[in-house]
T-cell receptor, first 114, second 109 residues
């Protein structure tokens, strides 16, 4: 069964450094998403991406964050100048369409900022 | 602020019994609703989706939606120890999922 994959599974970085989290969505899906979950808190929407541009973004997704689809398979989230409060699980998701279509989640990347 | 609300639990359920989980949402523009299961340290795993008022059954799971009351529920029949997890209710609108905080379910042998 096709699945969303994410690398790395765990990333440790120093405050102020840049990190890139990588995702390979399900191959025939057209919509891509990033969510994050701070330990003990809700899963929060960050951004959605379609046709090589951002569709929606939350207030969390400020200038520190950017997304890119550098090739036909990868979808990346870049976090510039990381802060302690960026420590969280970051989940990538993809869906075939919008509206009623189901979003399938990857296994997540645990980001730890020291 | 558009919210999805769930009881945090834990909901303790004897093995073989029915677990009943509830969720309310505030955004009347929400188009579809999802139940995800999340084990500790893992990603959300889809259990069920529901788009129309009424019941939808899939194996041991039944989801119910009442858009007039802005209410979604999930029943888990014949609960098993492997059902012990946090169950996340999510509403979909404007291109994104909005999640509740989740209800922790503990199935006791």
């Amino acid at each position: 069964e096709p699945e969303v994959t994410q690398t790395p599974s765990h990333q440790v970085t120093q405050m102020g450094q840049e990190v890139i989290l990588r995702c390979v969505p399900i191959s025939n899906h057209l919509y891509f998403y990033w969510y994050r979950q701070i330990l003990g808190q809700k899963v929060e929407f960050l951004v959605s991406f379609y046709n090589n541009e951002i569709s929606e973004k939350s207030e969390i997704f400020d200038d520190q964050f950017s997304v890119e689809r550098p090739d036909g398979s990868n979808f990346t989230l870049k976090i510039r100048s990381t802060k302690l409060e960026d420590s969280a699980m970051y989940f990538c998701a993809s869906s075939a369409g919008l509206d009623t279509d189901t979003q399938y989640f990857g296994p997540g990347t645990r980001l730890t900022v020291l | 602020q558009k919210e999805v609300e769930q009881n945090s639990g834990p909901l303790s359920v004897p093995e073989g019994a029915i677990a009943s989980l509830n969720c309310t949402y505030s955004d009347r523009g929400s188009q579809s609703f999802f139940w995800y299961r999340q084990y500790s340290g893992k990603s959300p795993e889809l259990i069920m989706s529901i788009y129309s008022n009424g019941d939808k059954e899939d194996g041991r799971f039944t989801a119910q939606l009442n858009k007039a009351s802005q209410y979604v529920s999930l029943l888990i029949r014949d609960s098993q120890p492997s059902d012990s997890a946090t169950y996340l209710c999510a509403s979909y609108s404007w291109g994104k999922l909005q999640f509740g905080a989740g209800t922790q379910v503990v199935v006791t042998p």
